[in-house]
């Protein structure tokens, strides 16, 4: 079984669609279709795979046909699933795109090279992309993952620099 570093979610089950066992998938990869390309993916623990077959785009996702899963009971007891690929599956990155799980603890300064915090989460709530992060003191402040708030990301040093927008971390 892989690391769990060497695993990248790529999708999660939002339950089932229909009544023959299809499931509503959200796809976090680029190009949404993509997931059932990359072969069988994983739940985090690795013990069950499934390989995907997809139906069409439906509201919020793309109606999917999981193998061994072929009743609306098995369908929405995978609810909540989160599905997961072997790095090595996956295309490797132009230098400026990034799987969001390589961004997780990096630690983010300001152009002057203070510390802000450290990446806890990235979170997308149907706009932009936002990176959440975790402040001395336990606070969290949730800055815009564009080019003009973070304009550099550098994983072989290990670090994020973040010009971000005036009020985001007072």
Do not use: W
């Not at 069950?48 to 193998?67: C, F, H, P, W």
């Not at 996956?90 to 603890?105: H, K, Q, V």
């Amino acid at each position: 079984m892989a690391k769990k570093t060497d695993l990248i979610c790529v999708g999660a089950i939002a339950g089932a669609f229909g009544v023959r066992g299809e499931v509503r998938l959200k796809s976090f990869t680029a190009d949404p279709g993509a997931i059932a390309d990359y072969g069988p993916v994983s739940t985090e623990d690795g013990k069950t795979e499934y390989d995907i077959s997809l139906s069409r785009g439906v509201k919020n996702g793309l109606a999917a046909r999981l193998s061994g899963v072929t009743t609306k009971d098995q369908a929405d007891a995978l609810r909540g699933v989160r599905l997961f690929l072997p790095r090595a599956s996956l295309p490797s990155l132009p230098d400026d795109e990034f799987y969001y799980t390589d961004l997780i603890g990096l630690p983010v300064y300001d152009a002057g090279g203070g510390l802000l915090g450290k990446v806890k989460a990235v979170l997308n709530h149907g706009a932009d992309d936002l990176l959440e992060i975790q402040r001395q003191g336990g606070k969290t402040a949730l800055l815009p993952f564009t080019k003009s708030s973070v304009p550099t990301v550098d994983l072989t040093a290990g670090r994020i620099v973040a010009d971000p927008p005036d009020g985001v971390f007072e």
